[in-house]
């Protein structure tokens, strides 16, 4: 089956700080790979995305890089700002079947401090 | 522009009453979804619409559980005899795409959720 996993929380910085949130993946079939951001008393919504292998997803200064041979995509930002304090889920989906499902990792919750 | 709407945001219940949850989807958008966000388990997908009808039901727990959609529009999930295990954030998602994989340039649109709790 298809499955994310992320690293735990919380995850606690000061503000500049490089921030690293570790994403691997298991699936049945090719996946497209996401990163979703859920802002206090928001909905979630997607921050980037890759849909094939060494694609680079950015958006908001946050990088993440479709590794098939790691079954990896690290969410990181090279310098993060107390607006980035949000819980992070790393989501995939694959082509073929119910392919509009999306399967989230447990979410990483990041706190940036002044 | 107006985004996914969901209504109550809050609910308390107590346990063995029904509840029903809403969804008013972005206009225009074909496809709906119904995620479960429990402490410590991340978001567990529950049932897709596409239209008024439901191809996938896989996700919903028990038959406890059900879901429609009407007009292409507003959608509806009704838990029965509600347990505390039923205690989540229950989101809803849209997406403008009407087939394939709507997640490749159509990634989901979520609402803020309902936030449900049975004692």
């Known amino acids: 089956g298809n499955s994310v996993t992320q690293m735990e929380g919380p995850v606690t910085l000061s503000e500049e700080a490089f921030l690293t949130i570790n994403c691997t993946y298991t699936?049945?079939?090719?996946?497209?790979l996401f990163w979703y951001v859920q802002y206090p008393g928001e909905g979630l919504q997607l921050l980037l995305k890759?849909?094939?292998?060494?694609d680079k997803g950015s958006n908001k200064g946050f990088e993440a890089t479709y590794r098939k041979e790691t079954t990896s995509f690290h969410l990181e930002k090279g310098s993060v700002q107390v607006s980035d304090s949000a819980v992070y889920f790393c989501?995939?989906?694959?082509?073929?079947?119910?392919?509009?499902?999306?399967?989230f990792g447990k979410g990483t919750l990041l706190t940036v401090n002044p | 522009g107006a985004g996914v709407s969901q209504s109550p945001s809050n609910k308390v219940t107590e346990k063995g009453k029904d509840v029903e949850l809403r969804c008013d989807p972005i206009?225009?958008?074909?496809?709906l979804y119904w995620y479960r966000q429990s402490l410590g388990q991340g978001l567990e997908f529950l049932i897709y619409?596409?239209?008024?009808?439901?191809?996938?039901k896989s996700g919903l727990p028990s038959d406890r559980f059900s879901a429609e959609r009407t007009g292409g529009s507003v959608s509806t999930l009704t838990i029965q005899r509600t347990q505390q295990e039923d205690s989540a954030v229950y989101l809803c998602?849209?997406?403008?795409?009407?087939?394939?994989?709507?997640?490749?340039?159509?990634?989901?649109?979520f609402g803020n959720g309902t936030r449900l709790t049975v004692t």
């Open positions: 998602a849209s997406s403008p795409r009407t087939g394939g994989n709507p997640s490749y340039n159509s990634p989901l649109h």
């Open positions: 699936a049945t079939g090719y996946p497209s």
């Open positions: 890759a849909t094939k292998a060494d």
């Open positions: 989501a995939l989906s694959v082509s073929g079947g119910s392919n509009y499902k999306l399967t």
């Open positions: 206009s225009g958008h074909t496809a």
């Open positions: 619409f596409q239209g008024n009808s439901a191809p996938d």
